[in-house]
T-cell receptor, first 117, second 111 residues
Framework: GAVVSQHPSWVICKSGTSVKIECRSL??????MFWYRQFPKQSLMLMAT?????????EQGVEKDKFLINHASLTLSTLTVTSAHPEDSSFYIC?????????????FGPGTRLTVT | DAKTTQPTSMDCAEGRAANLPCNHS???????VYWYRQIHSQGPQYIIH?????ETNEMASLIITEDRKSSTLILPHATLRDTAVYYC????WGTGNQFYFGTGTSLTVIP
């Protein structure tokens, strides 16, 4: 089946630094990927839609200058949390849409746990 | 925004069937019902989806009411590994649009 990977699986960084999270579709092409954030005991919240070769679309309330998204290839999207603060500590999950099938199904990555100290 | 409502939590005895309800009274004609589950600290896992007919796969069965305003996910023989948060989501098939997750149901399978 279709596999989506994320790297790193967990990361600890100091306040004020930037962290990059990668999302890769391993066996299919994904022109569109999605980034979610999940705080403890809460549901997944969609942050942005990442489109290959174009600018990402951000959900209301998500700061695009803080959460930089780059989707430079059909198999890779990156989320960079800039100037991270403790309140950015969360579980970040991506999903990738299989653009090679008519169903356009999406597959989720395993998530990245970010802790900002 | 999520268009579904689910009970916050449920318990189920190991080996028994787990029946998880979902209300989606505003579902439109071209929207499918999807079910995902999330085991603690993992990404969501696809379970099943359907439009109006009942569906079954190796993981579960999906029963959709005739008016399509509600559905039930059935895990026929729950095991401890089925303990997870189960999300019911409605979305148009084939569009690849984003999923909007509701609060889900936290299912605990009890030995």
């Amino acid at each position: 089946g279709a596999v989506v990977s994320q790297h790193p699986s967990w990361v600890i960084c100091k306040s004020g630094t930037s962290v990059k999270i990668e999302c890769r579709s391993l066996d299919f092409q994904a022109t569109t990927m999605f980034w979610y954030r999940q705080f403890p005991k809460q549901s997944l919240m969609l942050m942005a839609t990442s489109n290959e070769g174009s600018k990402a679309t951000y959900e209301q309330g998500v700061e695009k200058d803080k959460f930089l998204i780059n989707h430079a290839s059909l198999t890779l999207s990156t989320l960079t949390v800039t100037s991270a603060h403790p309140e950015d500590s969360s579980f970040y999950i991506c999903s990738a849409r299989d653009s090679g099938t008519s169903s356009n199904e999406q597959y989720f990555g395993p998530g990245t746990r970010l802790t900002v100290t | 925004d999520a268009k579904t409502t689910q009970p916050t939590s449920m318990d189920c005895a190991e080996g028994r069937a787990a029946n998880l309800p979902c209300n989606h009274s505003t579902i439109s004609g071209n929207e499918y019902v999807y079910w995902y589950r999330q085991i603690h600290s993992q990404g969501p896992q696809y379970i099943i989806h359907g439009l109006k007919n009942n569906e079954t796969n190796e993981m579960a069965s999906l029963i959709i009411t005739e008016d399509r305003k509600s559905s039930t996910l059935i895990l026929p023989h729950a095991t401890l590994r089925d303990t997870a948060v189960y999300y019911c989501i409605v979305r148009e098939w084939g569009t690849g649009n984003q999923f909007y997750f509701g609060t889900g149901t936290s299912l605990t399978v009890i030995p």
